[in-house]
């Protein structure tokens, strides 16, 4: 998490393992150090293997719950009479309360802890989407997007913040890529979920898009009751570890903090350059995302032909399959900082330009250009979060994490209004292209914010004595 750290994705990070047992060891003598260490690898491989399942789990329904509109949005605009930009606010004003909770709900985290707090989100969450079945007005449908982002504020920092305190430096970029496997796994295999439960129009009388966003939120809260018996609160209380592996992934984890050289404090996270411009960097990556993910259905209709059911929803699925190769190549690949910010930016210049040209391209050009965009926006992520992490630490680093997802959430905003906006003023044929470009074009601006990035051990932070 600091300059003297180690670099989160080394090559230790391929085999989840860490060679910064270093940090935490009180004796000098060799045979002792390579005790630790050994057992410092098992801890970090128990960690891996029981934290990251059921995270990824937590983030295949999360991103589900808040995206899934994106399949109901024919049918369910032509039932409800809901128009295309009160649709558009709708998917963009989840993120309105969302962006400035995500801070406040990370320190809350720290003070009661990942298990009662994950837990209550995940339940709380699931219910509140599960009510959109019964969203059949446009008041209705943007109070329930408005309170889905209230509950869900705390989930994705959390995880941050989660893997921050029990995973050491270097196999934390490896492990925040698996994590991130958890938004292309929602999409590859909720689309053809969502198309298929919207293929239940007319059971027991109720619409597709009812059965869709009421089993998806259930499923959501039954999963958050399990978070309540899953979860520790950290290292030192994991029941899954040994007392001694507890004792030596704490200090492996403290160690980095306190060996730093450099205190941060939670004011570091507000008013320093570097975390604003991250927020800047994740502001871009976050309108790409979901310039993409709200439209991706429809795009992909129109290109066939055809209305969003099941067949679209498989071919919808296609680009996420591709992305969730694509993501677990890079971040298992992406072995240093310099590499880490360089392939971060060039795999969104390359969304970025794939979803511009996507727009003017056959049917099958298409889908391949979008293949690129989905890879791009979602691999980028988890390569631009080992730069945060490198950066503050303690409680600065709880409250930076929220910070800069804030503005990624006032990028999830952005997005959806912008394509609209974009296409009323600039698109006379309806065609959404000039929505399309306005989305790429800010993802293209972003890359060259996350290229101007320099590493910390090139430039040094001021920081207030803590």
């Known amino acids: 998490m600091t300059a003297s750290s180690p670099s989160p994705g080394s090559p230790a990070a391929k085999s989840g393992t860490s060679g910064t047992a270093a940090s935490g060891t009180r004796s000098g003598a060799p045979g002792a150090s390579a005790a630790r260490e050994a057992t410092l690898n098992i801890a970090v491989r128990k960690a891996r293997r029981r934290l990251v399942p059921f995270m990824m789990l937590l983030y295949v329904l999360a991103f ?32 309105v309360l969302y962006a400035f909770l995500g801070a406040p709900a990370n320190l ?30 446009p008041a209705k449908f943007l109070t329930i997007r408005l309170l889905l982002g209230v509950v869900e504020a705390g989930f994705f920092p959390g995880m941050i913040y989660l893997s921050s305190i029990f995973f050491p430096a270097k196999p934390r970029a490896y492990v925040m890529g698996l994590f991130y496997l ?30 869709m966003f009421l089993i998806e939120g259930l499923l959501a809260a039954v999963v958050g009751c399990l978070a309540f018996f899953y979860f520790d609160d950290g290292p030192r209380s994991a029941k899954f570890l040994t007392p001694e592996e507890r004792i030596v992934l704490a200090e492996a984890v403290e160690g980095e903090d306190s060996g730093s050289g450099v205190k941060s ?16 960097a994740y502001f871009a990556i976050q309108v790409a995302v979901y310039g993409v993910v709200f439209y991706i259905p429809t795009q992909v209709a129109r290109l066939l032909g055809e209305s969003v059911g099941f067949k679209v929803s498989l071919v919808v699925a296609i680009p996420w399959v591709v992305s969730l190769i694509g993501t677990w190549w890079f971040s298992k690949n992406a072995t240093t900082p310099d590499r880490q910010r360089i392939w971060s930016a060039g795999l969104l210049l390359a969304a970025g330009l794939s979803l511009g040209l996507s727009a003017h391209a056959s049917p099958i050009l ?5 293949c690129i965009v989905a890879t791009g926006v979602i691999a980028c992520q988890p390569l631009f979060w080992t730069m945060p992490t490198n950066l503050l630490a303690g409680a600065a680093l709880a409250a930076g994490i929220g910070f800069i997802n804030t503005w990624g959430a006032v990028g999830g905003f952005v997005a959806p209004n912008l394509r609209v906006w ?26 060259f914010i996350i290229v101007a990035l320099k590493n910390r051990k090139d430039v040094g932070i001021e920081s207030d004595v803590a």
């Open 366 to 370: 298409a889908i391949a250009a979008l």
């Open 265 to 280: 404090t939670l004011k570091d996270a507000f008013t320093n350059a570097r975390v604003w411009t991250l927020a800047m």
């Open 64 to 95: 589900l719950d808040r995206s899934n509109i994106g399949y109901a949005q024919q049918e369910y605009m032509l039932d409800t009479g809901i128009g295309e930009a009160t649709f558009a606010l709708g998917a963009g004003i989840f993120f």
């Open 182 to 211: 958890g938004a292309p796994l929602a999409l590859a295999l909720g689309s053809p979920l969502s198309g298929a439960l919207l293929q239940m129009h007319g059971f027991l009388g109720f619409p597709g898009w009812f059965w």
């Open 108 to 137: 809350m985290m720290r003070k009661i802890g990942a298990q009662k707090w994950i837990g209550s989100i995940a339940v709380a969450w699931g219910l509140v989407s599960a009510c959109m079945a019964f969203a059949d007005t």
């Open 422 to 447: 974009f296409n009323e003023i600039f698109d006379t044929h309806q065609s959404s292209v000039a929505g399309l470009w306005a989305v790429a074009a800010v993802a293209i601006l972003g890359s």
